[in-house]
């Protein structure tokens, strides 16, 4: 049953695809960050097979990490709830690894790249130094590991700018006011809420108008 949460809550993925414009509809993220126990549209997902693949690409990265010297912290080692104003940012690390000063923070993605991957490893970037003990005072940067290539981020790259989008975006989808809703079917038929909290959910493919012009 949909019910109110007490205050808001965001899990980390909830909001990369919003900061890497992958996603609109700001409304789902805001409902997630303000509600909970809703009923969810079944997927077809295969889980198990999604778990198998991703832990395996963990533990091979975690062994060429300890080789390599560093020390390595694996997923609910890395879990992370940072309390601020507007709202609590949960999130979970698949590894930290830390040598002489260095870490980094990564993430295994089994299926296709997206843009939002840099941002969630940007975003752990932000919230570790604060909660992971291990993260304290080192100079911290980012990996995306696909199955075939790996995308290195330099500490560098979380800029001022980018913090403060990111904290603008934790700031609005916590916060009171409802973010607007941005129905399309690209976004709805990956969307886990269902027509009953979100009248304005989009099943269907709906046809383009086409209009005639004699402009070119
Ligand atoms: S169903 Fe569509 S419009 Fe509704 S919250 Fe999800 S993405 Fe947004």
Redesign the pocket.
């Known amino acids: 049953m949909t019910e109110p949460r007490s205050s808001s809550y965001i899990w980390v993925t909830w909001i990369t695809g919003l900061l890497a414009a992958d996603?609109h509809?700001e409304?789902?993220a805001w409902?997630r960050a303000h509600y909970q126990g809703y009923a969810k549209?079944p997927s077809d997902f295969d889980l198990a097979a999604w778990k198998a693949a991703h832990g395996d690409m963990v533990r091979k990265r975690a062994e060429e990490l300890r080789a390599a010297g560093y020390g390595v912290y694996v997923e609910d080692q890395n879990k992370f709830s940072l309390k601020g104003r507007a709202a609590t940012l949960g999130g979970v690390a698949d590894l930290v690894a830390v040598r002489e000063g260095d870490g980094l923070v990564i993430d295994c993605k089994s299926g296709q790249r997206r843009d939002s991957d840099a941002f969630q490893v940007l975003t752990y970037m932000l919230a570790l130094p604060l909660t992971h003990q291990a993260c304290r005072g080192v100079r911290l940067g980012g990996e995306v590991q696909y199955r075939d290539s790996r995308l290195a981020i330099a500490p560098e790259k979380l800029t001022g700018e980018l913090k403060g989008l990111i904290l603008r975006t934790i700031e609005s989808v916590g916060g009171e006011a409802p973010l607007p809703?941005?129905?399309?079917l690209s976004?709805?038929r990956?969307?886990?809420?269902?027509?009953a909290?979100?009248?304005?959910?989009?099943e269907e493919a709906q046809r383009v108008e086409v209009v005639e012009t004699d402009l070119f």
């Open positions: 996603k509809c409304w789902a409902f549209v809703r941005v129905p399309s976004e709805c990956f969307c886990d809420i269902t027509a909290d979100c009248p304005e959910r989009i």
